[in-house]
């Protein structure tokens, strides 16, 4: 195993402090669910340091927000918006079937969690572990001329510590015999986010392209509109009027997307590909799933070639 790679960020700092400094004009960079939550923050980041962000939303109108912002602040990079459902892989093809010339980087950051009852997308797939992996993953394969073109592109996987108790269950990875978990579709959901990175960095070295993947942090968004007040209470998200309230450990939205941004564009992560980072740093390896870190099973290389057959097989 070779040496954890380390940066001077620590868990605290912003999007923009990681990307002081970075030129990204010219760069060209998708983010998925980039209209609001961790996703606008870091479109946001990659648009002052120069970058052409475009932002892929369920409703691209979510987006003007994030648009006015730009030309309002002056950024240097600017912010535009296109249709994209992961959920429906027809979106997802249609938007990879238009993207003209090179992608420098795809941030794969849309994402939900914790649904009460079982839902299955357009390809039968279990909501979350569709949304969060299957979408992305064929966003990405779909976009691969254009990661191609642009010679040194990355892909960042967005995780989340949920991942850790919970390897892909190969048997029956949809629920089809095995009663539904909320909490364990979405932390398989995020396993397979990480395997997905692990598989690209297997694949497309030889192209420039490096993938890695990662935990943001805990940050109060509307990833948490699917629990109710007493679980949200109980996790210390929300106070007893039900207010939400921030935990000394919880970081806000440009907090939140520092990582994102780390992975996207900063040269100190130049050629480094596979790996899982939390908190602006390489998470060390945790063997059986428990305590911080990155889990064994979904750095797993056997595990992200069957999961990278699963989802092939999955697409239209
Ligand atoms: N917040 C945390 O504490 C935390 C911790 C660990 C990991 N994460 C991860 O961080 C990422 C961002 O989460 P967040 O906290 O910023 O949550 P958020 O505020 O709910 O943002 C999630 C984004 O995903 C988009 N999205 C959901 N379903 C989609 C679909 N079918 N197609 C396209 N876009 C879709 C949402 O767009 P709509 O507006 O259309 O719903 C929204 O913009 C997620 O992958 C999450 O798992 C977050």
């Known amino acids: ?5 380390s940066t001077p960020f620590g868990p605290k700092a912003t999007a923009d402090e990681v990307l002081a400094g970075v030129d990204l004009t010219g760069k060209r960079i998708l983010v998925t669910g980039g209209a609001s939550g961790i996703g606008g923050e870091t479109a946001a980041a990659l648009a002052r340091a120069g970058a052409e962000v475009t932002v892929a939303v369920r409703d691209p109108a979510a987006a003007d927000t994030l648009v006015h912002r730009a030309d309002r602040e002056g950024w240097s990079g600017q912010i535009r918006a296109c249709r994209l459902d992961l959920a429906d892989l027809t979106t997802v ?6 993207w003209e010339g090179p992608l420098h980087a795809l941030v794969a950051n849309a994402g939900i969690m914790a649904l009460p009852d079982l839902v299955r997308s357009t390809a039968g797939w279990e909501m979350q572990m569709a949304t969060n992996y299957l979408g ?33 269950d190969f048997d029956d990875p949809h629920f089809d015999t095995t009663p539904y978990d909320r909490w364990v579709a979405y932390g398989r959901s995020k396993a397979a986010d990480v395997l997905m990175a692990v598989g690209m960095a297997r694949r497309w070295a030889d192209d420039g392209i490096t993938a890695n993947a990662l935990m943001p942090g805990w940050i109060n968004s509307g990833l948490q509109r699917h ?14 009027n039900g207010n939400r309230i921030d935990q000394p450990h919880y970081k806000d939205l440009r907090q939140g997307a520092a990582t994102n941004t780390l992975l996207a564009a900063s040269p100190l992560l130049e ?27 979904a750095l797993d290389p056997g595990n992200a070639d069957r999961l990278w057959g699963l989802a092939q097989a999955a697409l239209p």
């Open 136 to 168: 992305h993953f064929a966003l990405a394969t779909g976009l691969l001329p254009a990661l191609r073109k642009a010679g040194a592109a990355r892909v960042v996987a967005v995780s989340s510590g949920a991942h850790r108790g919970h390897p892909i």
């Open 227 to 240: 629990l109710d007040l007493k679980t949200l209470q109980a996790m210390g998200g929300a106070d007893e």
């Open 1 to 5: 195993m070779s040496e954890l790679l």
């Open 93 to 98: 093809r249609d938007l990879a079937r238009a």
């Open 271 to 297: 050629g480094v590909t596979g790996r899982y980072f939390e908190d602006n740093q390489e998470s060390p390896v945790t063997a059986d799933g428990t305590g911080d870190g990155v889990a064994a099973h």
